[in-house]
């Protein structure tokens, strides 16, 4: 049974950053595909991004450039590292562990998830 935590999250200004984390227990993340997903209010859960088992990262175009997501596979932990945040950012980011890297940007390509992290971009 693979568990996912993430943290990080909060209240931020448009144009600052964050970075959030997502630790696994149950299984290393080195033999896993990672995605980070969000969720806005009254929204479906949205593809963010993507890390291969073997390190290919792949990103929404709406997050492209802005956000960087990386892996340290000796604590056991992704980051998504987000710069440039918009209020169109704001929801609540989810991590999730998979096998499929051709669904890497739909849920259905992941099999467990985290609880999530509320992210808000306000003024």
């Known amino acids: 049974q693979v568990q996912l935590v993430e943290s990080g999250g909060g209240l931020v200004q448009p144009g600052g950053s964050l970075r959030l984390s997502c630790a696994a227990s149950?299984?290393?993340?080195?033999?896993?595909?990672i995605g980070w997903f969000r969720q806005a209010p009254g929204k479906e859960r949205e593809f963010v991004a993507a890390?291969?088992?073997?390190?290919?990262?792949y990103y929404a175009d709406s997050v492209k450039g802005r956000f960087t997501i990386s892996r340290d596979n000796a604590k056991n932990t992704v980051y998504l590292q987000m710069n440039s945040l918009k209020p169109e950012d704001t929801a609540v980011y989810y991590c999730?562990?998979?096998?499929?890297?051709?669904?890497?940007?739909?849920?259905?390509?992941?099999?467990?998830w985290g609880q999530g992290t509320q992210v808000t971009v306000s003024s």
């Open positions: 149950g299984r290393t993340f080195s033999s896993v595909n």
């Open positions: 999730a562990t998979g096998y499929n890297w051709a669904r890497r940007d739909t849920t259905t390509g992941f099999n467990y």
């Open positions: 890390m291969s088992w073997s390190g290919f990262t």
